[in-house]
């Protein structure tokens, strides 16, 4: 599982020239996942991302959380975080999750979030969309399952 967590100012998503989801202040997700990826490893991503301080508080320090700072979540799912570049010039997506397990995931990941913090806005699996982001920093934190698993 890989998620690319943007601290951002306003995030939004269009599909077929229609916004479908935005926010304002918090975080825009990319999420991915791989093959051998778990439930179990999405409720400890969920819960770690949530959780993370990475706002500015009053004496400018990211000491806070999205809670902290009302934030809002928007999260994308994106299969191409698996991209493997290391041969040829075109990208392989081989260890990127079936498509249908993948949805799975990303749903239940969406649930997990919802759960721990209330509002998600989100993408739509599989679709052609347009992202929008003013990045906040810019602050942007990679999580890779591959590192956890040490």
């Known amino acids: 599982m890989k998620l690319v967590i943007q601290r951002v100012n306003y995030g939004s998503v269009t599909v077929d020239g229609n916004v479908i989801s935005e926010i304002g202040k918090g975080f825009v997700v990319l999420f991915g996942a ?68 993948a949805e799975e995931l990303y749903e239940y990941f969406l649930e997990r979030c919802r759960e721990r913090y209330g509002s998600v806005k989100e993408g739509i699996f599989g679709a052609d969309m347009k992202v929008r982001l003013e990045n906040d920093g810019p602050f942007t934190i990679v999580m890779d399952s591959e590192e956890w698993k040490h």
């Not at 999260?75 to 493997?84: G, H, K, N, P, V």
Request: contains cysteine; glycine residues 8%.
């Open 34 to 101: 791989g093959e051998g990826d778990t439930e179990e490893m999405a409720d400890r991503f969920a819960d770690k991302m949530i959780k993370l301080r990475i706002f500015e508080d009053e004496n400018g320090k990211t000491n806070c959380s999205l809670a902290d700072v009302k934030g809002e979540l928007l999260i994308i799912s994106q299969f191409t975080l698996y991209a493997d570049c290391r041969k040829g010039n075109r990208p392989s997506f081989i260890h990127a999750c079936e498509p249908k397990r």
